[in-house]
């Protein structure tokens, strides 16, 4: 799949697309809303290329005006004209059409999740938007005190509106990250939590109630706030595994390859690998041999098309693919003679 889209010889990015859709069904959904035409202003000046991906959205949305129209999620639907209907759910049609298959939806407060292979992109009622990647779920909380969300589980990027007097705070497990106009995403699996920082500043607590952890394990000196809280700098991720903490500079192009439905390995072993593609599909990759699992694996791959992945290690391993209903198996030990090889996928 295409992850640009060209209108009038410039490339506009489907993150570009996505938020179109968004400001469009803020501004066509019920009644005017002040703040989302402030909003959507604010957005268009702040790069020609918003409005380029306006435009595109509304022509696309002109455009299928007579295709049939798939709810993301159920939701009641407002007592609006029709043509305030479709303009309701432009942002859906467009990125349908276009085949970026990400729900976008404006999601005030309250629970809110994805399904295996399933993302979303969400606005919450402050301008913030919340992109959830694959079997994640999180419940927002806003009041007059902080804007609040919690990372239940699974991945999710955020990109906060800017409200000095409004904290805005991201809890997963018994870490909080706090944030005032930023980007960052937080992954958490189990009692393990990382925070990639893609823009801005965020502080990280590491002595939440409930945490254990020891000393950082860091090798890079690492910026504390006046409370003990971590401050990172962009591109630089803190992790919390096992009771410990350590921060690493990371590629944002492989952080947030997600949104585009790539995954970056780079020089992984294949077990790690495997458990990487597993979280996109329902179909699982199995490894038959022990051996074969730290094999090193380098490629740009497609989240959900664990079968084209499986051959493509197959191929330059000497193992053999096996499909089994809901799961696909690695057969055999890695060939001595390809040992050093690392399949590559465009």
């Known amino acids: 799949m295409s992850t640009e889209f060209s209108t009038r010889g410039t490339a506009v990015p489907p993150e570009r697309l ?39 959205c509304t022509e696309m949305w002109e455009q299928s005006a007579a295709l049939p129209r798939v709810m993301a999620f159920d939701a009641p639907e407002p007592a609006v004209d029709r043509r305030r209907r479709g303009f309701a759910w432009a942002g859906a049609g467009a990125l349908a059409a276009l085949a970026v298959f990400v729900a976008v939806a ?15 992109l969400v606005t919450l009622e402050d301008g913030t938007h919340v992109f959830l990647n694959t079997e994640t779920r999180v419940h927002v909380h806003y009041d007059a005190k902080r804007r609040f969300v919690e990372l239940k589980s699974g991945e999710a990027m955020f990109d906060v509106a800017k409200r000095p007097t409004w904290p805005f705070v991201v809890k997963a497990g018994n870490r909080e ?31 939440a109630p409930g945490g254990n952890d020891g000393p950082p394990r860091i090798s890079t000196p690492l910026p504390s706030a006046a409370d003990g809280a971590f401050v990172l700098t962009p591109g630089q991720r803190l992790t919390f595994h096992s009771g410990r903490a350590s921060l690493e500079n990371t590629s944002l192009d492989s952080a947030i390859a997600w949104r585009r439905g790539q995954i970056v390995l780079d ?80």
């Open 177 to 207: 990250i706090r944030a005032l106009g930023t980007s960052f995403v937080v992954r958490r699996e189990g009692a393990d939590t990382a925070v990639t920082l893609v823009e801005g500043k965020v502080t990280v607590t590491t002595d």
């Open 18 to 56: 996505a938020e179109a859709g968004v400001w469009i069904s803020r501004l066509h959904s019920g009644e005017p809303d002040k703040a989302a035409v402030a909003g959507v202003k604010r957005w268009l000046k702040a790069d020609p290329m918003n409005a380029r991906a306006l435009e595109l």
């Open 106 to 120: 404006w999601w005030p407060r309250g629970d809110v999740a994805t399904d295996i292979g399933e993302q979303r």
């Open 267 to 346: 020089d992984t072993p294949l077990g790690d690998a495997v458990s990487e593609l597993n979280r996109y599909s329902k179909v699982k990759l199995e490894i038959e041999r022990p051996e074969a699992r730290a094999i090193k694996v380098t490629g740009l791959f497609q989240t959900g098309d664990s079968l084209s992945f499986a051959h493509a290690v197959a191929q330059t391993y000497g193992l053999s693919v096996e499909e089994h209903g809901d799961a696909i198996l690695l057969r055999g030990a890695p060939s001595a003679a390809v040992a050093g090889a690392a399949p590559v996928v465009p």
